[in-house]
């Protein structure tokens, strides 16, 4: 068994401290000794460390008048890194951007236009592209959304199968404008680390760390809205699959058509609820047989919408289809799930970087 080193025990020790900063928001140094059970020396000389390397400073007094170190109250320095979380869909890009507590500081949005002549894509020849210049459109509100700050991550959600290994798109999303190289291109444009994921997935980060998969290690989300999709998250990690088509499910369907079809907010919308918790009941089924994630989440707009109430009738279609037992939940996250999974997401990748991996 490896011994810590005192090197690598203070790295553990300031983690823990930033991780509970960033969860209580203040702490003065005796809230911080309670929660760490670290001794006071030990945290008097983390304190000092993190005030020096400028992760955290002091923010206010507790205890009113009270004077003395044990009256200091600790924040992050929030300010430290800015990420930026992109929701690209095939006529919108929105982007918010937060600083390194998670507080957002700038959002912007932008059409992307598909006026000009198409041309055909030798990556994707199955579809025409509009000659829409999207890297522009992505970089400009980015830009707008950051201001004067610079940017440590940005995480792109998109439709589309996105492979683990490249970091590309696998296959055309039918968003205008899309090019192979976008990526290369956004990395030449904008100065910070940049990554894409599959916009489902990235529902089902914002759903495991603030919706109604919190503290579930697995769990299958369903996205109903104007597409549809699925995202697997199994020991508390999101799946992608061995080329990022983990959770495709939407091929597969009934005789008169595929999930995908049948699912789609316009045949929602001819559908009485029990009818349609019977078709999403027959699609949770496919992942549930294979899995048994204990959880269904019902994200996107259909999710949302329906409630607990549309909840429950596809748990009781599900019962019948299936002899594991599976919990079935609305989706809860406030606002847009896809950006805020790409907020998440970001946030992960520069708290990693600035205060070291969290202890495991």
Same mark, same amino acid.
């Given at each position: 068994?490896?011994?810590?080193?005192?090197?690598?025990?203070?790295?553990?020790?300031?983690?823990l401290?930033?991780?509970?900063?960033?969860?209580h928001?203040?702490?003065?140094?005796?809230q911080?000794?309670?929660?760490?059970?670290?001794s006071?020396?030990?945290?008097?000389?983390?304190?000092?460390?993190?005030?020096?390397?400028?992760?955290?400073?002091?923010?206010?007094?507790?205890?009113?008048?009270?004077?003395g170190?044990?009256?200091?109250?600790?924040?992050?320095?929030?300010?430290?890194?800015?990420?930026?979380?992109v929701?690209i869909?095939?006529?919108?890009?929105?982007?918010?951007?937060?600083?390194?507590?998670?507080?957002?500081?700038?959002?912007a949005?932008?059409?992307?236009?598909?006026?000009?002549?198409?041309?055909?894509?030798p990556?994707?020849?199955?579809?025409?592209r509009?000659?829409?210049?999207?890297?522009?459109?992505?970089a400009?509100?980015?830009?707008?959304?950051?201001?004067?700050?610079?940017?440590?991550?940005?995480?792109?959600?998109?439709?589309?199968?996105?492979?683990?290994?490249?970091?590309?798109?696998?296959?055309?999303?039918?968003?205008?404008?899309?090019?192979?190289?976008?990526?290369?291109?956004?990395?030449r444009?904008?100065?910070?680390?940049?990554?894409?994921?599959?916009?489902v997935n @990235? $529902? *089902?980060?914002?759903?495991?760390? &603030?919706?109604? #998969?919190?503290?579930?290690? /697995?769990?299958? =989300?369903?996205? +109903?809205?104007?597409a549809?999709?699925?995202?697997?998250?199994?020991?508390?990690?999101?799946?992608r699959?061995a080329?990022?088509?983990?959770?495709?499910?939407?091929?597969?369907?009934?005789?008169?058509?595929?999930?995908?079809?049948?699912?789609?907010?316009?045949?929602?919308?001819?559908?009485?609820?029990?009818? @349609? $918790? *019977?078709?999403?009941?027959?699609? &949770?089924?496919? #992942?549930?047989?294979?899995? /048994?994630?204990? =959880?269904?989440? +019902?994200?996107?707009?259909?999710?949302r919408?329906?409630?607990?109430?549309?909840?429950?009738?596809?748990g009781?279609h599900?019962d019948?289809?299936?002899?594991?037992p599976?919990?079935?939940?609305?989706?809860?996250?406030?606002?847009?799930?896809?950006?805020?999974?790409?907020?998440f997401?970001?946030?992960?990748?520069?708290?990693?970087d600035?205060?070291g991996? &969290?202890?495991?």
């Amino acid at each position: 068994m490896r011994t810590a080193t005192p090197q690598m025990a203070r790295a553990i020790n300031d983690r823990l401290a930033l991780d509970l900063l960033l969860e209580h928001g203040t702490l003065t140094a005796p809230q911080l000794r309670a929660l760490t059970g670290l001794s006071r020396p030990t945290v008097s000389d983390l304190i000092e460390r993190l005030q020096t390397n400028g992760l955290i400073e002091v923010v206010g007094k507790s205890g009113g008048e009270r004077r003395g170190p044990n009256a200091r109250l600790y924040g992050i320095v929030a300010g430290r890194a800015h990420v930026a979380g992109v929701d690209i869909r095939r006529d919108t890009v929105t982007v918010t951007v937060a600083d390194i507590t998670g507080e957002p500081v700038g959002s912007a949005s932008r059409e992307i236009g598909t006026d000009g002549p198409r041309t055909a894509s030798p990556t994707y020849p199955q579809h025409a592209r509009a000659a829409t210049p999207l890297a522009g459109v992505i970089a400009e509100t980015v830009a707008t959304a950051a201001g004067s700050r610079s940017l440590h991550a940005v995480v792109l959600g998109a439709p589309g199968m996105v492979n683990p290994h490249s970091g590309e798109l696998a296959v055309d999303n039918g968003v205008p404008g899309w090019q192979p190289n976008l990526l290369q291109t956004l990395r030449r444009r904008i100065d910070a680390q940049i990554s894409l994921e599959n916009d489902v997935n @990235l $529902a *089902a980060v914002a759903e495991h760390r &603030a919706g109604s #998969a919190q503290g579930r290690e /697995d769990f299958v =989300l369903l996205w +109903l809205d104007d597409a549809v999709g699925a995202a697997v998250t199994l020991g508390g990690r999101l799946r992608r699959g061995a080329s990022g088509g983990a959770g495709e499910v939407t091929p597969l369907g009934f005789p008169e058509g595929s999930f995908c079809d049948l699912l789609d907010a316009k045949a929602v919308s001819e559908l009485d609820q029990d009818t @349609l $918790a *019977a078709r999403i009941a027959r699609m &949770a089924f496919t #992942a549930v047989a294979v899995l /048994d994630p204990g =959880l269904v989440v +019902l994200g996107g707009e259909t999710g949302r919408s329906g409630g607990e109430e549309l909840a429950a009738r596809v748990g009781e279609h599900l019962d019948t289809l299936s002899p594991v037992p599976t919990q079935v939940r609305a989706g809860t996250v406030e606002g847009n799930a896809i950006l805020n999974g790409a907020l998440f997401t970001a946030l992960s990748l520069a708290q990693r970087d600035v205060f070291g991996d &969290a202890p495991t």
